[in-house]
């Protein structure tokens, strides 16, 4: 499936007015057409796919009902029960609206108790993330900054020991300066730190995947 096939164009149309909807406070609306991108061909066809399932996930947020969130978690698991990768990255995701280290800022009519249950379900799918794979230096590092931001510093801490002693220099962690501070117990400095590299890993994820972007376009415009 390519990116001008009509099966791929509905399924992210559909996506895309799902969010629209949400914005614009059709929050049951929005959840029908999330249901409908998910069923739709494309939502089988991307490995990132699981980010058409959002619209459930924020709908918990800026309610603070869970039941949305619920059923997006079903659905998620339908089809990523065994994947630590899509585990690792939807936690990613949730932790990056609430926080707010995207282009986007945070998700916007975020509420307290929103951000509650979506944190805790990103530590839960971190969790998982080092379950399925815990030589992920990657998810023991996501689930650092999830538990860091849920108020659980003793255990984000332990986390990104973990990712340190797996690569004993972890990439998104500037010349093992949070290493340092974790065993010095300066949990304030690292976090900070673990923060800076968040942010410096949206920075780099972005330029990627605009890079990926013009590939693909470039790949089009060869074979037209």
């Not at 969790?127 to 030589?135: F, H, I, M």
């Not at 996501?142 to 538990?147: D, K, Q, S």
């Not at 962690?173 to 800076?196: F, M, P």
Request: one cysteine or more; hydrophobic letters at 40%.
């Amino acid at each position: 499936m390519t990116l001008d096939d009509p099966s791929w164009i509905r399924g992210w149309s559909l996506a895309s007015l799902s969010g629209l909807a949400l914005r614009r406070g059709e929050r049951d609306a929005a959840v029908e057409l999330a249901r409908r991108a998910w069923e739709s061909e494309a939502s089988a066809t991307w490995s990132r796919r699981y980010y058409m399932l959002w619209t459930f996930f924020a709908y918990t947020g800026v309610t603070g009902e869970e039941d949305a969130m619920l059923e997006g978690r079903q659905l998620f698991e339908e089809r990523f029960s065994l994947s630590s990768g899509a585990h690792n990255g939807l936690a990613w995701s949730l932790v990056a609206r609430v926080a707010g280290f995207t282009s986007r800022g945070p998700l916007e009519g975020l509420t307290p108790e929103g951000a509650v249950q979506l944190l805790a379900l990103a530590c839960e799918l971190a969790e998982r993330a080092v379950e399925l794979n815990p030589g992920s230096a990657d998810a023991w590092n996501t689930l650092g900054v999830a538990r860091s931001f849920a108020g659980d510093y003793e255990g984000a801490v332990a986390s990104y020991r973990e990712a340190l002693l797996i690569l004993r220099y972890h990439p998104l962690i500037a010349e093992g300066d949070l290493s340092e501070r974790v065993i010095q117990g300066k949990l304030d400095d690292a976090v900070e730190l673990a923060q800076q590299a968040v942010v410096e890993r949206e920075d780099a994820e972005r330029q990627a995947a605009e890079a990926e972007r013009r590939a693909r376009e470039e790949e089009q415009r060869r074979y037209r």
